[in-house]
Structure formats: structure tokens, C-alpha cells
T-cell receptor
Framework: DVKVTQSSRYLVKRTGEKVFLECVQD?????MFWYRQDPGLGLRLIYF???????EKGDIPEGYSVSREKKERFSLILESASTNQTSMYLC???????????FGSGTQLSVL | EDKVVQSPLSLVVHEGDTVTLNCSYE??????LLWYKQEKKAPTFLFML????IEKKSGRLSSILDKKELFSILNITATQTGDSAVYLC????????????FGKGTSLLVTP
């Protein structure tokens, strides 16, 4: 079974802190994605990557950056966390474009 | 403007009822539509639809796509309390670089 692992289930940070959310997949998938999920807004795409060292902006990239130095790892970075970035963050991967996504269990981030 | 619209946003039914969840979309260069079920954290894959008129079926769940009218339905027959979840519809298209664009989801509660 494909496993997508997010490093933290719950995270509490202070406004202005730099935050790293890590995601690792174990199935040699080409594509990796970061979404955030908020009540009433659904899942919104932040960034995605179709290859190592490549990244594409999603619908809401402002305030975020990403890093993909290795195929299996995709990191989401909040350079200076703000309270409006309090959310559930979901990482996902797929073997090729158009294939179904496999999701991690999510990280609930609270920025105080 | 939302490209993927799900309705209803929430639904409460009794065990044994049949439910129909709707998903309409408006995207450029549609490639596929996917349904996911989200109970706790990670969404889990249900169906992928690419061709019009071909029903996908898994047990009590079924789904069909109408590419002319730009919508899909997810049917659940003889509902059980274990079907309680948020059901997510996602569309893959050129608009989003072929990353999945999700609707807000339908929250289904099945009461005993």
C-alpha cells in the first residue's frame, strides 16, 4: 500500500515563526501536492510538483513556499506564520498526472 | 469563481435511505473527475470517471459522468451509519495544471 507520511499530526506555532511541514511518500511517485482544508472552503491547492526541484503554484500560494530536493519528500514552508494560516494541511502524491491521489493523514496547524 | 460545485453541502438521512450527491464543473480541457470519501483525516479514493455514460460501481456506491452537461452524481443505496462522511468531488483539467481541483464537499450524516 502507498504510504504518505506527514511528520506532525498537530502543530502549534506563534505568529512570525518559520514553519516546516514535511511529507514523505514511499512509492516512488512523480507528483506531490499540498492542500489546505478549511470548513466551508473545502480543499484548496497551495503548491504541487511534478518532478524533483520543480514546483508549480496552485490556487493559493501566497505566504507559502515549497521544496522538493528528493523525489520522495515535499516540504511546505510558511516563512512567517500568520493566524490566517491556521488550517488542516494535507499532502498527497500520485504516480502520474491524472492518476488518483493518495493522501497523508494531515497536519492540523494552529498559529497563535 | 468555483470551478467545481457540489450539492447539497450537507445532508441527513436515515439508515436504509438512498442518497444522490451532485457535482457540477466548469473547467477547460477536462480530463477526469474523481470522488473521495473523507471520514477523519485523509480522503480515500472512491471512483475515477473519464467517459460519459459509463457507470462505475462498488458495492452500494455508484457514480456516473455526463460530459455534455458537465456533472457527475454519486449514489449510495441502502445507506449505513458507516457511510457518514464528507464526500469530495475533484476535477482534473488544464486550468489547474492538471492538479485536482476540489469542490467544497457534501457532508452526509446517516442516522440509525
Amino acid at each position: 500500500d502507498v504510504k504518505v507520511t506527514q511528520s506532525s499530526r498537530y502543530l502549534v506555532k506563534r505568529t512570525g515563526e518559520k514553519v516546516f511541514l514535511e511529507c514523505v511518500q514511499d512509492m516512488d511517485h512523480e507528483n506531490m501536492f499540498w492542500y489546505r482544508q478549511d470548513p466551508g472552503l473545502g480543499l484548496r491547492l497551495i503548491y504541487f510538483s511534478y518532478d524533483v526541484k520543480m514546483k508549480e503554484k496552485g490556487d493559493i500560494p501566497e505566504g507559502y513556499s515549497v521544496s522538493r530536493e528528493k523525489k520522495e519528500r515535499f516540504s511546505l514552508i510558511l516563512e512567517s506564520a500568520s493566524t490566517n494560516q491556521t488550517s488542516m494541511y494535507l499532502c498527497a502524491s500520485s504516480s502520474y498526472r491524472g492518476e488518483k491521489l493518495f493522501f497523508g493523514s494531515g497536519t492540523q496547524l494552529s498559529v497563535l | 469563481e468555483d470551478k467545481v460545485v457540489q450539492s447539497p453541502l450537507s445532508l441527513v438521512v436515515h439508515e436504509g435511505d438512498t442518497v444522490t450527491l451532485n457535482c457540477s464543473y466548469e473547467v477547460t480541457n477536462f480530463r477526469s473527475l474523481l470522488w473521495y470519501k473523507q471520514e477523519k483525516k485523509a480522503p480515500t479514493f472512491l471512483f475515477m470517471l473519464t467517459s460519459s455514460g459509463i457507470e462505475k460501481k462498488s458495492g452500494r456506491l455508484s457514480s456516473i459522468l455526463d460530459k455534455k452537461e458537465l456533472f457527475s452524481i454519486l449514489n449510495i443505496t441502502a445507506t449505513q451509519t458507516g457511510d457518514s462522511a464528507v464526500y469530495l468531488c475533484a476535477v482534473e483539467a488544464l486550468d489547474s495544471g492538471y492538479a485536482l481541483n476540489f469542490g467544497k464537499g457534501t457532508s452526509l450524516l446517516v442516522t440509525p
